[in-house]
């Protein structure tokens, strides 16, 4: 055999051994191919045949769908139609009621947290509401994405929603889908020209700031009402992420970055991704202070990072309970022929110690655990949210301490409301922290 036959035949028995082994090649296309055309079929043999009429564009979208359905509720797919409306909601401004759902492990799709002001907040739908009907159609068995596209809609239409509370009880709640822009760095209360007073004590002086949920222009805030506080003169600082959903992965990253100067802020692994290990930077970072991150079951995603990667960093004390377990990537995909987008969960996030943040099904160790734990009963945490929520919109009835003793802060000296007094006792136990801490430093001087 010549040598030029021998290394024919090994190329041509390296190319069958590719296609028949390797994802992408040859066979697996055959595969694809062969996939697409049973669909195709099964389409075509259903709009023929159906003893019913069928709606073509129905059955595109139950085809998507479906194949999701096997993954996680993150997964979805967002057809041409609503596909500039989700790339609005992810800058923070959208069409809707304003409501962030979650499918739980049995199926239910429930509240994480309604948005502060939002007509789904202001019909009265509470973190924890499970969604049982939307405009009185059954939603039992949907994906969060069906849900979701029945609930949002035309500007100015209403929407009918039957949730369950934790109670059991069933309620139904009507709401006018609006334009959502979402304010999410908010202070501890309103000052008569409706800026936000950062202060929650002034001796010694500690800054309250409360962050909502992380949008394109979420750190500039946060790290503009930081820089004032400091200025004038807070020697500790309280970050409430209490219900904060997360968001956008870099806010979060740069919001760590501010207090952290070396190190791991957070890595992302995946199955078919890289590792990405993000790194904080000297650059830029605030000089040491008595911090706490405030945290509760509702804290998810990005809020998870902060709280996690400063609580490895040994940088802040996370108060509070154990944060949600909601740490995936989802990586937005432009399909081709403008066939909408593929919002798909490519990798998972781990903190700065290694901790996977997501919960997984049947999981027992999950997102962050808080060094200081202070859970709250169901019924506390919905006084406890609408109180928070109640500063962005009327001043606060308070008893808020002009001083505070240098030895131990007590509860007639602690922040409160009309709504929690005697009742929030994860900021009245972040602020004795920080008064204890601050007495320390001061006597250290």
Known sequence: MSRERFAWIVSVLFICALAFNLPGTFAQRDDDYAFVRTLVDVERHVASNYVDPVDSEKLHQAAIDGMLATLDPYSIYVPPALQEQFDRMLEGSFTGVGILINQRDDGDVEVVSPV????????GVLSGDVILKVNGESVQNLRVGDVTKKIT?????????????????????????????????????????????????NDPKIAYVRV??????????????VQG???????????????????????????????????????????????????????????DFPLVVLVNEHSASAAEVVAGSLKDHNRATVIGARTYGKGS??????LDDRGGELKLTTAYYYLPSGRLVHRKKDATDWGVEPQIKV???????????????????????????????????????????????????????????LVGQVVLRDQRK
């Open 116 to 123: 502060e002001g939002s007509p789904a907040f202001k019909a």
């Open 375 to 433: 859970e709250l009963d169901e019924e506390t945490q919905k006084i406890v949210e609408r109180g928070l929520a109640e500063a962005d919109f009327f001043p606060r009835a308070t008893t808020r301490p002009t001083t505070v003793p240098t030895t131990k802060a007590t509860a007639s000296t602690q922040p409160t409301t009309a709504a929690t007094q005697g009742v929030d006792m994860q900021l009245e136990t972040a602020v004795n922290t």
């Open 153 to 201: 809609g035309k500007l100015g239409t209403d929407v009918k929603l039957t949730v369950r509370r934790t109670t059991g009880e069933e309620v139904e709640l009507t709401m006018t889908r609006e334009e959502i822009v979402v304010p999410t760095v908010k202070g501890y209360k309103r000052k008569a020209d409706k800026t936000w007073d950062y202060f929650i004590t």
């Open 329 to 334: 990537v989802q990586e937005v995909i432009p």
């Open 212 to 225: 909502t949920q992380f949008t394109s222009d979420t750190f500039p805030i946060f790290e503009k009402a």
């Open 229 to 287: 506080a400091l200025k004038d003169g807070a020697k500790a600082l309280i970050v409430d992420l209490r219900f904060n959903p997360g968001g956008m992965l870099d806010q979060a990253r740069q919001m760590v970055d501010l207090f952290v100067d070396k190190g791991v802020i957070v890595s992302t692994k995946g199955r078919n991704r890289g590792e990405e290990t993000i790194y904080a930077e000297a650059e830029g970072t605030l000089p």
